[in-house]
């Protein structure tokens, strides 16, 4: 009988699946492939139809360096920080990057302003992750939140750091999934190592689309 116990123990060890089968079932079944690519979907078209409006204005309209190149001559790029900081964080993602990352490429130091457009936007991630973890701590502004990001909280419950990779990653407004991380205490040691793929969508941006790098 102890035998018999013992050979069904190995059994169940050899037909134990790998961690990362066992993820990408997970993943599949959840619906989080098909999210990915519905989010890809939705997000392509907003960038290429971006992409498409900049080229026509520049062509038909007016040159559009010569404005980037006013703007960097005119303002202060701390002050041009400061705004996509607060785009990045407090209004959500309201301004597109892709106009930021344009204009690091007519500044005088292309890949140092980079760079700071992409920590400003990990910042951004930061204080938008802690304005999540605030708004549990006021009830009316918590329920009002959980009913507007309702489907968006319950995307970072079932997938959590995946759903933060691809939000780092993907053109898909980053503040919001950080807003939803905090809300339902996403660890956030986590957090900061799945937020850091912020840099590597704004130097990926940077060299395709406008061969800044």
């Given at each position: 009988?102890k035998?018999l116990n013992m050979?069904?123990?190995?059994?169940?060890?050899?037909?134990?699946?790998?961690?990362?089968k066992?993820?990408?079932?997970y993943?599949n079944?959840?619906g989080f492939y098909?999210?990915?690519?519905?989010s890809?979907?939705?997000a392509?078209?907003?960038?290429?139809l971006?992409?498409?409006?900049l080229?026509?204005?520049?062509?038909?309209?007016?040159?559009?360096?010569?404005?980037?190149?006013?703007?960097?001559?005119?303002y202060?790029p701390v002050g041009?920080?400061?705004?996509?900081l607060?785009?990045?964080?407090?209004?959500?993602?309201l301004v597109?990057p892709?106009?930021?990352?344009?204009?690091?490429?007519?500044?005088a130091?292309?890949?140092?302003?980079?760079s700071?457009?992409?920590?400003?936007?990990?910042?951004?991630?930061i204080?938008?992750?802690w304005?999540g973890?605030?708004?549990k701590m006021?009830p009316?502004?918590?329920?009002?939140?959980?009913?507007k990001?309702?489907?968006?909280i319950?995307n970072?419950e079932?997938?959590?750091?995946?759903?933060?990779?691809?939000?780092?990653l993907?053109?898909i407004?980053?503040?919001?999934?950080?807003?939803?991380?905090?809300?339902?205490n996403?660890?956030?040691r986590?957090y900061l190592?799945?937020?850091?793929?912020?840099f590597?969508?704004?130097y990926g941006?940077?060299?395709?689309?406008f061969?800044?790098?």
């Open positions: 009988m035998k050979k069904k123990k190995n059994e169940v060890v050899l037909n134990k699946k790998p961690r990362w066992l993820l990408h079932q993943y079944y959840t098909k999210f990915v690519g519905n890809l979907k939705k392509i078209l907003p960038v290429l971006f992409l498409a409006a080229f026509a204005i520049n062509e038909y309209v007016i040159n559009i360096n010569s404005i980037l190149v006013t703007v960097t001559e005119t202060s041009i920080l400061a705004v996509f607060a785009s990045e964080s407090i209004f959500l993602g597109p892709e106009l930021f990352i344009a204009w690091s490429g007519k500044s130091m292309p890949i140092t302003y980079l700071l457009l992409a920590l400003a936007s990990y910042l951004g991630g204080i938008s992750y304005m973890k605030a708004i006021i009316a502004v918590h329920d009002a939140m959980e009913t990001m309702a489907k968006h319950k970072t079932k997938w959590g750091g995946f759903l933060i990779v691809v939000g780092a993907l053109p407004p980053f503040s919001i999934t950080s807003v939803a991380a905090g809300i339902i996403y660890k956030f986590y190592l799945f937020g850091l793929l912020r590597i969508r704004f941006y940077a060299l395709v689309i061969k800044i790098v």
